[in-house]
């Protein structure tokens, strides 16, 4: 049944239309993917009996669920009856943790993938193949199939894709049929056994859900509920808002009227703090035919790109103005761009000209001034900061190619073999100087790790210490392979403009560890650039 069947079959129902008596229509169905999606009438959910099949919470229960799938036959199935149930074990953990470690949200995967119960068994049916016709145990070309083809083929983003080949790289290997052999953090993998054996041991031995077992720190947990009590008061919020527009309609304009006055507050006090556009002829002027560098075409695209950030938010706020005064007729633009001034929130079309941000509409505005100010003080003479603040650029990755240019038109060497080499000083950002060569940066931030100023290396951030600040970086373009050397037994770490990563994604640097790089890669850590 599609929409317009299942319209029928409500219109029916409400209409008081006579049905058999053996008649029965079972439905399935998932949630919408928004809620005016919703395809069923309301007369047909409140006269139907609703079974619903939700995805077990918790690391044990999705355990137990993954065990589930298999009987004790097919567990003796296998000819290598040891490395097979052993492996299954293995591989009913891997799954259970991939899927769990969603509700960690960005710092657990980069995007939201559907790993389901059919990739599961799928890898069972490899496994089985791979034991029953080789005489050894093909490690990588199982983690290979499992990380990359079964579950790597719903992974789209290369960071999640190294997350998931860590976990399988330490699952799946050999010391794992001795029994003893860690699948996660105080969790071993258990000795031979039957079906029920492992679904006791799983009862027995695997804690609550923690973020210890998926490689995390405690502030991911944290940092989970956090959001989930932000939403919560969000979601009343917008119902507290929806109840008052009930009450305007209902009392007449006076509070209608406290709004419009509110608004236009707002309107006159961003005005005001807005800054100037620059002139983009004066610049060209200043800076004469000799005086073109690749950092001199980043400020320049960076105060062109103010330009039309200020002008669209100067142009808006003065029709929305204009509109409230009864000058304009109010069109659907103005009046979002009214809800969200009312609300707090970055307005769309301003959102889609400026930069990744997840700030409030008052901190936005405070983080816009702040950043205009720096680009203006760069046009005074053209010269690179002696520390450039680097989240304060609209295109970073612009900035980051311009430093290879530079030290690649010096040197002669080949731009595309180039990388950048990153150290981490213990130097802070006032009264800096400028190195001889490269670059220095601030306003970095790590999540789910900090930096040891002394020892010089990341190391376990501290409980509460979500997003704690990085020293001033010190950048140096080098040709690759210098690079990679550099960087051996460091952990490779991305750079993202926001903690919504994905797609935010500028730059991936080597940062000093004495620890193993997949305990970094488990823990999700990375740097940001907005916090």
Known sequence: LGGGGLGALGEHEEGGALLHKDFRLFLTAGPPPTPTAQLIPPSVLQACIKVTSEAPTGLRANMKRALAHFSGDMLESCSKDAEYKSMVFSLCFFHAVVIERRQFGRQGWNASYPFASGDLMICNGV????????????????????????YGGHISDTWDRRVCATYLEQ?????????????????????LCDLDG????????????????????????????????DSLFADIVQMQAAASASARGLAGGGAAGAETAAVQECIAEILERLPETFVMDDLACRI???????????????CQRANVLLGEVRRSLVELSL?????????????????????DHVPRAWAARAYPSLKPLGAWLDDLVVRIGELDLWCTDFKVPACVWLPGLFNPIAFLTAVKQLTSRKNGWALDRMGLACEVTKKEKGGISAPREGVYVHGLHLEGARWDIKMGELEQCRVKEMLPALPVIH?????????????????????YRTRSRGPTFVHAFFLKTSHEPLRWILAGVCMLMAV
């Open 171 to 191: 699952m799946l290997r050999p010391g794992l049929f001795a029994g003893g052999l860690e699948l996660a953090p105080g969790f071993a993998a258990p000795p």
């Open 288 to 302: 004469g035919s000799n005086g073109r560098s690749p950092m001199v075409g980043v400020v320049l695209q960076e």
């Open 127 to 150: 496994l089985f193949n791979y034991l029953e016709n080789c005489v050894h145990v093909p490690w990588e070309d199982l983690r290979y199939l499992v990380g990359e083809i079964m």
């Open 475 to 495: 950048l140096r373009a080098l040709p690759g392979e210098k690079v990679a050397a550099l960087g051996a037994g460091s952990y490779l770490c991305p750079l």
């Open 323 to 343: 509109g409230l005064e009864g000058v304009l007729t109010v069109n659907q633009a103005m009046d979002e761009l009214y809800r969200d001034l009312l609300h």
């Open 198 to 229: 492992y679904q006791a041991f799983v009862d027995e031995h695997l804690a609550t859900t923690s973020p210890h077992l998926f490689g995390l720190h405690p502030n991911a947990e944290v940092d989970v509920l956090t959001k989930r009590a």
